[in-house]
């Protein structure tokens, strides 16, 4: 097994990084991404149409005979 000093020193690094991410006060990054309205039309037209499907094919509820 070889030893790469170079490996050594990024792995130290990265570890640094990941566990200071963790503390109260680091740096807040927002996750939001915008997405453009063209984008945002098309996939609420193809929710609803995926939606229309699934009603359409939905099997309908059983009539069960209840004995009196």
């Given at each position: 097994?070889?030893?790469?000093?170079?490996?050594?020193?990024?792995?130290?690094?990265?570890?640094?990084?990941?566990?200071?991410?963790?503390?109260?006060?680091a740096?807040?990054?927002?996750?939001?991404?915008?997405?453009?309205?063209?984008?945002?039309?098309?996939?609420?037209?193809?929710?609803?149409?995926?939606?229309?499907?699934?009603?359409?094919?939905?099997?309908?509820?059983?009539?069960?005979?209840?004995?009196?």
């Amino acid at each position: 097994m070889t030893y790469e000093p170079f490996a050594a020193g990024l792995a130290v690094e990265l570890t640094r990084r990941h566990v200071g991410s963790a503390r109260p006060d680091a740096p807040v990054v927002s996750d939001e991404r915008v997405r453009p309205a063209r984008i945002a039309g098309a996939r609420l037209r193809l929710a609803g149409s995926l939606r229309a499907v699934a009603a359409r094919v939905e099997p309908r509820p059983a009539k069960v005979c209840q004995p009196s």
